[in-house]
T-cell receptor
């Protein structure tokens, strides 16, 4: 069955520093991969998605992610973090056993310090 | 603007009561989903629907039911609420059967407390 792991529960970075959030997936075929962000008290917003083609995907808010098949990873990056990026980040994989639903990782909570 | 709404945003109920959470989308999307979010578990799929009269069970469907009588709405019913169902519930929708290439749009969530 498809699964996704986010190894880091919490991450703290300084404002202006670079960010990388890790995501590893387990999937037998070409994966459909997503990153969502959840601000406190809000629903989830899609940052970016990967289905095929160029392995470096650009998203909204200056985020990007790179698909590495050899490492089964889809890490999210941002070159310079802003205080407003503090939120919960979820990696997700397409869930073929449940139609078009998504299988989410447990999330990484990002804290941004001044 | 098209949107997806959930009501109520907050609900407190007692064990054993029936509770219905509403989800309404104005995009005319065929696909709709219900997830629950719990600390340490991320989001887990409860039920999903590909269109009117279609419903399917997800990973954690026990104790929940859904019905789809029109395109816009997918209400989630807890038949007999249990404390283990205290959670935040998210509804989502995506377009018409094109698979994962369509973005899922999420509602703002309903925080349910079962006492």
């Amino acid at each position: 069955a498809q699964s996704v792991t986010q190894p880091d529960i919490h991450i703290t970075v300084s404002e202006g520093a670079s960010l990388e959030l890790r995501c590893n997936y387990s999937y037998g075929a070409t994966p459909y991969l997503f990153w969502y962000v959840q601000s406190p008290g809000q629903g989830l917003q899609l940052l970016l998605k990967y289905f095929s083609g160029d392995t470096l995907v650009q998203g909204i808010k200056g985020f990007e992610a790179e698909f590495k098949r050899s490492q089964s990873s889809f890490n999210l990056r941002k070159p310079s973090v802003h205080w407003s990026d503090a939120a919960e980040y979820f990696c997700a994989v397409g869930h073929s056993n449940s139609g078009y639903a998504l299988n989410f990782g447990k999330g990484t909570s990002l804290l941004v310090t001044p | 603007d098209a949107e997806i709404t959930q009501s109520p945003r907050h609900k407190i109920t007692e064990t054993g009561r029936q509770v219905t959470l509403a989800c309404h989308q104005t995009w005319n999307h065929n696909n709709m989903f219900w997830y629950r979010q719990d600390l340490g578990h991320g989001l887990r799929l409860i039920h999903y629907s590909y269109g009117v009269q279609d419903t399917n069970k997800g990973e954690v469907s026990d104790g929940y039911s859904v019905s789809r009588s029109n395109t816009e709405d997918l209400p989630l019913t807890l038949e007999s609420a249990a404390s283990s169902q205290t959670s935040v519930y998210f509804c989502a929708s995506s377009e018409n059967g094109a698979g994962f290439t369509d973005t899922q749009y999420f509602g703002p969530g309903t925080r349910l407390t079962v006492l």
